[in-house]
């Protein structure tokens, strides 16, 4: 009997683990980003998005102002980013080649407010929703290698449901070098599953 159980909680455990999508909090942006000022592609105004060398802070706007945005987490292939002070986030899906570090694809973001939030979101299904355009942000100046019209592979996180096209839950943003400083690895979790740790 002793036996059963225990295999019975192991399985448990491993499905459990298995359902659940890699998390990176806090994140730091790839590094072939750094230092790089991305442009809205095809946009009737200007639009920018300046990444910092310390991977954590970038600068977001157009000529009216830019406000700071930190990278709060990465879940998968959907990046958080968080205001400054404040209690105001985005998500969004993100598409990015390593091997054409100048273009990045991403869903319009989704915005949200989490009052005094301090650690990982475990759910993001109520704020990740499905993007209502998408964007081609391009560091050069040139035409750009990403084909138009865009599309993007999937539009939700692993653990929700349509509408959308869920994404694979092994799926993340690339990076191409370590972070300065390793961030904490959580994982997601599928609906409202709990995950087991064992007993010490």
Excluded at 5 to 15: A, D, G
Excluded at 54 to 83: H, P
Aim: charged content about 20%; some cysteine; proline content about 10%.
């Amino acid at each position: 009997m002793y036996n059963y159980k225990e295999n019975l909680i192991y399985f448990i455990f491993v499905l459990i683990e298995v359902c659940a999508g890699v998390t990176e909090f806090p994140c730091q942006f790839p590094c072939q980003w750094r230092n790089k000022t991305f442009h809205r592609f095809e946009t009737t105004f200007e639009e920018a998005w300046t990444f910092s060398a310390d991977g954590k802070t970038s600068m977001l706007g157009d000529s009216e102002g830019r406000q700071n945005f930190s990278c709060y987490q990465i879940t998968e292939r959907f990046l958080i980013l968080r205001l400054k002070d404040r209690d105001f986030f985005k998500c969004f899906p993100i598409f990015y080649d390593p091997s054409i570090p100048l273009e990045i694809k991403a869903g319009g973001w989704n915005n949200f407010y989490s009052t005094n939030k301090t650690g990982a979101f475990t759910d993001l299904c109520p704020f990740c929703k499905v993007p209502d355009w998408l964007f081609l942000w391009t560091a050069d100046p040139g035409p750009p290698s990403t084909p138009l019209p865009l599309s993007l592979d999937c539009n939700r996180p692993s653990s929700c449901s349509p509408p959308g096209v869920v994404c694979n839950m092994s799926d993340t943003i690339p990076k191409t070098c370590p972070p300065t400083t390793e961030p904490t690895t959580t994982h997601s979790h599928c609906g409202k599953k709990k995950r087991m740790h064992p007993l010490n």
